[in-house]
């Protein structure tokens, strides 16, 4: 069964600063790895999607993340945060076979501060 | 924006009462889920359907149940609600299980 890991579950930040939310999945099969994130009283949005090929993922807004095979990691970043970017992040897995469905992690609060 | 409307976007209701919660897309995608939201669990998939009359059990499906009798409809029935299943319930839509997913706006249900 594909299941996901976010191991801290709050980042506080100063802006400016560098930024690396942590993931990490389990699946017996290949998988589709996200990044989703949450504003305040909205749904969710796509930051970055990993499918196949390249690693190194650019998305939205700066963020980047690296697909790692042998960690089964999926670790997000940014080189420099704003106080915008406060929110809570979610990594996604989905098997890349079979019926299953999108798996959520349980969510990193990034909290930047001025 | 997606096409989703979720509905209602407020609900307060009693224990053991039955409770409907609608999703409607107007996007015409294949795929179309349950999730609920609650603090320190993320989102947690409820059901999931994959076309009319295709649906199958998310994570934590026990007591909730759903309908797909067209592709712009997914109904999510509390048959008797309990306190547990005070939430927020998202609906999302995709167009392939490798895109990404659209969210609704969601509902807060409360369960008293």
């Known amino acids: 069964a594909q299941s996901v890991t976010q191991l801290d579950s709050q980042v506080p930040v100063f802006e400016e600063a560098p930024v690396e939310l942590r993931c990490n999945y389990s699946?017996?099969?290949?998988?589709?790895l996200f990044w989703y994130v949450q504003y305040p009283n909205q749904g969710l949005q796509l930051l970055l999607k990993?499918?196949?090929?390249?690693?190194l993922v650019k998305g939205i807004n700066g963020f980047e993340a690296e697909f790692n095979k042998s960690q089964t990691s999926f670790h997000l970043r940014k080189p420099s945060v704003h106080i915008s970017d406060t929110a809570e992040y979610f990594c996604a897995v989905s098997e890349n076979k079979g019926r299953r469905a999108l798996t959520f992690g349980s969510g990193t609060r990034l909290q930047v501060q001025p | 924006d997606a096409g989703i409307t979720q509905s209602p976007r407020h609900k307060v209701t009693e224990t053991g009462t039955p409770v409907t919660l609608r999703c409607h897309q107007t996007e015409n995608h294949r795929y179309m889920y349950w999730y609920r939201q609650d603090p320190g669990h993320g989102l947690r998939l409820i059901h999931y359907s994959y076309g009319v009359k295709d649906t199958d059990k998310g994570e934590v499906s026990d007591g909730y149940s759903v309908s797909r009798s067209k592709t712009e409809d997914f109904l999510l029935t509390l048959e008797s609600a309990t306190s547990s299943q005070t939430s927020v319930y998202f609906c999302a839509i995709s167009d392939s299980r490798n895109e990404k997913l659209f969210f609704g706006s969601g509902t807060q249900l409360s369960v008293l």
């Open positions: 699946s017996s099969v290949s998988v589709y």
């Open positions: 990993y499918l196949s090929g390249s690693t």
